[in-house]
């Protein structure tokens, strides 16, 4: 395959291990669908989805808890204890991403995520630093899988479709990059992740 030019990474589900459930289950413990509940119907994922978007966190869950003050304590968690839903890095990506910078390959991070989160985890975690620039939806009032996330994303950070190969771990944000005319893999694992760039020339073969 043609090398291209840049690297564009997802960040959740492919360096950072994101779940609500991470910090819930603190509160739920093994009552399970107490805690799905809270999750599909209080604070639900269209509901994260426009925080996403640019929605301020602390509007988001005033209105939660005004329409379920029985779980304000809860919904207040969402903004206060955010990080508690990050498990950790994901094993091996980091060191993958590693290697593209030592081999001078351009990476840029392309996430779904809030602009306080996100303002936040740039300081937290060193490797964010790395990227030669980013695109996160809160800032651009934009988010996956919508089409528009990628045809706003090409011009603004210099690039065309097939400039770029995408990593994402939602096939439905790979689907619409491609649909974007962009390369793009489902991201499994690092080593496959790996497999994938040494097939496009990005990395050597082990």
């Given amino acids: 395959m043609s090398p291209v030019q840049a690297v564009w990474f997802d960040l959740g589900g492919v ?3 994101w779940d609500p459930r991470y910090l819930y289950r603190k509160f739920f413990g093994d009552d399970t ?5 809270f999750l599909s119907v209080v604070c639900p994922p269209d509901w994260h989805a426009e925080q996403d978007r640019g929605r301020p966190i602390a ?3 005033a209105e939660r808890k005004a329409l379920y003050p029985e779980y304000a304590q809860l919904i207040d968690a969402w903004e206060a204890r955010a990080e508690e839903m990050i498990k950790g890095v994901i094993p091996g990506t980091v060191e993958v991403f590693a290697e593209l910078r ?4 351009s990476c840029y991070a392309l996430s779904n995520m809030e602009r306080e989160n996100w303002e936040r985890r740039y300081q937290i975690y060193d490797f964010l630093r790395w990227f030669d620039g980013y695109f996160i939806s809160a800032l651009e009032g934009v988010i996956k899988p919508d089409l528009a996330y990628f045809q706003k994303a090409l011009p603004k950070l210099g690039f065309s479709g097939p400039d770029v190969f995408f990593v994402d771990d939602r096939p439905v944000n790979v689907e619409a990059a491609r649909a974007c005319g962009i390369d793009a893999e489902v991201f499994c694992d690092a080593g496959r992740l790996r497999e994938d760039l040494v097939l496009r020339r990005l990395l050597p073969a082990a």
């Fill in 15 to 17: 360096f950072l291990d």
């Fill in 33 to 37: 669908q107490a805690m799905e509940h």
């Fill in 102 to 105: 030592l081999a001078g390959v």
């Fill in 59 to 61: 509007e988001a869950c």
